[in-house]
């Protein structure tokens, strides 16, 4: 973002320290220069504001809408396998069938992440860029939205 610095009432010939203020958990603002001299027409500097880095996880309140587990459906799908001569062509049948359906029961989960809640909502900051010489500091602000 560009910042001009503009003299108030006639030239300005002392060093201004730029700053800022307000920004979220984290995040630093780099002024390039961190320093001007408005002189007679003003300065300009650039504001960069480097927030923290965004990392993706299942969140610790996560609550699964299946709770049966591969595991346990495979040791259903063993278990009537291994039983499959007394249960007889029919219930082979059945078997199968559950099995198949199982699969894709169990694959309804794996939506990566379009269902369920929403991800996380934009936040709005306001951000104070201040000019410091001396005993004056002037600002204004500025409003950051982070998605």
Same mark, same amino acid.
């Given at each position: 973002?560009?910042?001009?610095?503009?003299?108030?009432?006639?030239?300005?010939?002392?060093?201004?320290?730029?700053?800022?203020?307000?920004?979220?958990?984290?995040?630093?603002?780099?002024?390039?220069?961190?320093?001007?001299?408005?002189?007679?027409?003003?300065?300009?500097?650039?504001?960069?504001?480097?927030?923290?880095?965004?990392?993706?996880?299942?969140?610790?309140?996560?609550?699964?809408?299946?709770?049966?587990?591969?595991?346990?459906?495979?040791?259903?799908?063993?278990? @009537?396998?291994?039983?499959?001569?007394? @249960?007889?062509?029919?219930?082979?049948?059945?078997?199968?069938?559950?099995?198949?359906?199982?699969?894709?029961?169990?694959?309804?989960?794996?939506?990566?992440?379009?269902?369920?809640?929403?991800?996380?909502?934009?936040?709005?900051?306001?951000?104070?860029?201040?000019?410091?010489?001396?005993?004056?500091?002037?600002?204004?602000?500025?409003? @950051?939205?982070?998605?």
């Amino acid at each position: 973002m560009n910042v001009t610095v503009q003299p108030v009432g006639g030239a300005y010939n002392s060093l201004v320290t730029m700053s800022a203020s307000g920004l979220p958990a984290s995040a630093v603002a780099i002024f390039t220069p961190i320093t001007v001299t408005p002189g007679s027409a003003g300065a300009a500097t650039v504001m960069t504001i480097r927030t923290a880095t965004q990392t993706a996880g299942i969140p610790t309140d996560h609550n699964p809408q299946f709770p049966v587990t591969p595991t346990f459906l495979a040791a259903g799908v063993i278990f @009537l396998a291994g039983n499959r001569k007394r @249960l007889g062509k029919s219930m082979a049948a059945i078997l199968v069938m559950a099995t198949l359906l199982g699969g894709a029961w169990m694959m309804t989960g794996c939506n990566g992440g379009f269902a369920g809640k929403p991800g996380p909502q934009p936040h709005t900051y306001i951000i104070t860029i201040t000019g410091t010489s001396g005993s004056l500091h002037p600002s204004t602000t500025i409003t @950051l939205i982070v998605r």
